[in-house]
């Protein structure tokens, strides 16, 4: 589908052209009509498929088009990082190109006053759309720099990366703020339990939009070294020594971990810097735009990286530790082969990831290729594969079965009651002294 076949506006659709975007993805088509008509959201879908503009897109149209109010603040976009809410800022900023009468301010930790004293600017001027990390936004709110009250959009991105860094209770004292109309928008890539019952008490009979997790790109080569953990920075040292590389990412689900990563290349006279959240903002933008330049050749990272960071040429990624479930591989691994390009992907196993990895290869449906340990660092541990045993789940004298892993799409029970019969329609309140539309 077309985004010329939506009712955004004609500034966006000028934007989207000069950026060469015409068709939608699978989130942007399911999402965006249902913005335009006033529902709550929910969309389940992993980073990559294009949800940023699912919801910046009919939010700007709408806030371009409508009667909202100049001197207050529209729209509050909660990104859990300051790389994301940045990101989400540059894609403000090419949306909107046109968009004259809309404003913008960004909001986030870790910077100098100078910076303190834009947002708060920015804020007093009543910015349309506000992207803050929950901390920023609350230590504003506390000191009265921040009114919601007449907010017309609410967007939680990343839920699950929200709750996984404890951020649910900060983002409910700012929802409290919220008025009742309030349009709220929330995406996650995965739905846990206690983001389902974050989603029912956050949202107002919500439609549901879910894009299956989808593999790994074709183009990525996927290997993996079953070994101990002394052995992991002699196989890195020996992959180093094979080729000359670089762009490259390494990942381990602990900072302190990739803190001992980096001290350990540096000594290996391997060019690289580390990004996790003990550094502070200027020292991220700094390490990020030495890697981007290609100033640095490795770079170790959290899974801070993993989501929302866009990184076109990136060469290979190594899995220092196993990730924790099978999307967060996803994740890790699409940084690299990226724009049509091939990737290499390597994840060191221990022994005592051995089933965690088992689990990630019955998500990809295949084995992942094995590479015996280089000449000279010992045994590896045995990769002993674990049989699942085969059962099924009775429930009140009803089989159950899991769902297909196709794309589904669920409406709230009122919305085919409701909703107007012709689709992608935006309803919004006219203008005084405004002539009926003659769209039919």
């Given at each position: 589908m077309k985004f010329e076949e939506t009712y955004l506006n004609d500034n966006i659709l000028d934007a989207l052209y000069d950026m060469h975007f015409e068709e939608m993805t699978p989130i942007q088509e399911r999402c965006i009509p249902e913005i335009l008509d006033g529902y709550d959201v929910l969309g389940v879908a992993q980073t990559g498929t294009g949800k940023t503009a699912a919801y910046l897109l009919p939010i700007l149209s709408q806030l371009d088009d409508g009667d909202y109010p100049k001197d207050a603040i529209n729209c509050i976009i909660m990104s859990p990082t300051r790389e994301l809410a940045q990101q989400i800022d540059q894609a403000m900023q090419g949306f909107g190109y046109y968009l004259d009468g809309v404003s913008s301010v960004a909001v986030y930790g870790g910077n100098d006053g100078n910076r303190y004293d834009q947002e708060l600017k920015g804020m007093r001027l009543g910015a349309d759309v506000l992207i803050a990390t929950p901390g920023r936004l609350l230590s504003h709110q506390k000191v009265g720099n921040l009114d919601l009250s007449r907010c017309s959009f609410f967007v939680l991105d990343e839920a699950d990366r929200m709750l996984d860094m404890g951020f649910i209770d900060d983002i409910m004292k700012i929802v409290k703020e919220l008025p009742d109309s309030c349009q709220r928008i929330m995406f996650s890539a995965t739905m846990p339990p206690k983001i389902r019952e974050l989603a029912v008490t956050l949202l107002h009979n919500p439609v549901e939009v879910k894009i299956a997790v989808s593999?790994?790109?074709?183009?990525?080569?996927?290997?993996?070294?079953?070994?101990?953990?002394?052995?992991?920075?002699?196989?890195?040292?020996?992959?180093?020594?094979?080729?000359?590389?670089?762009?490259?990412?390494?990942?381990?689900?602990?900072?302190?971990?990739?803190?001992?990563?980096?001290?350990?290349?540096?000594?290996?006279?391997?060019?690289?810097?580390?990004?996790?959240?003990?550094?502070?903002?200027?020292?991220?933008?700094?390490?990020?735009?030495?890697?981007?330049?290609?100033?640095?050749?490795?770079?170790?990272?959290?899974?801070?990286?993993?989501?929302?960071?866009?990184?076109?040429?990136?060469?290979?990624?190594?899995?220092?530790?196993?990730?924790?479930?099978?999307?967060?591989?996803?994740?890790?691994?699409?940084?690299?082969?990226?724009?049509?390009?091939?990737?290499?992907?390597?994840?060191?196993?221990?022994?005592?990831?051995?089933?965690?990895?088992?689990?990630?290869?019955?998500?990809?449906?295949?084995?992942?290729?094995?590479?015996?340990?280089?000449?000279?660092?010992?045994?590896?541990?045995?990769?002993?594969k674990r049989e699942k045993k085969r059962s099924n789940t009775r429930k009140h004298g009803r089989w159950h079965s899991k769902g297909d892993g196709k794309n589904t799409q669920s409406k709230p029970a009122s919305a085919e009651k409701t909703k107007n019969s012709k689709p992608h329609r935006r309803r919004r309140p006219k203008k005084d002294g405004e002539a009926p539309s003659n769209k039919s």
């Open positions: 593999k790994p790109a074709e183009k990525i080569h996927q290997s993996a070294y079953v070994c101990y953990d002394p052995q992991k920075l002699k196989i890195i040292h020996h992959i180093f020594k094979q080729g000359d590389l670089k762009r490259v990412i390494i990942f381990s689900g602990k900072k302190d971990k990739v803190k001992d990563i980096t001290r350990s290349l540096r000594k290996m006279n391997i060019n690289c810097d580390q990004m996790h959240s003990d550094l502070s903002q200027q020292e991220r933008d700094e390490v990020m735009y030495r890697f981007k330049a290609g100033q640095t050749d490795v770079l170790v990272a959290t899974d801070i990286v993993a989501r929302g960071i866009d990184i076109d040429d990136i060469q290979t990624v190594i899995n220092y530790d196993v990730p924790h479930d099978a999307e967060d591989y996803v994740h890790r691994i699409g940084r690299t082969a990226r724009a049509d390009r091939d990737g290499e992907a390597i994840t060191f196993v221990s022994e005592a990831d051995v089933y965690r990895f088992q689990q990630i290869e019955h998500f990809l449906g295949k084995e992942v290729e094995k590479v015996p340990l280089p000449e000279g660092l010992g045994e590896a541990p045995v990769y002993t």
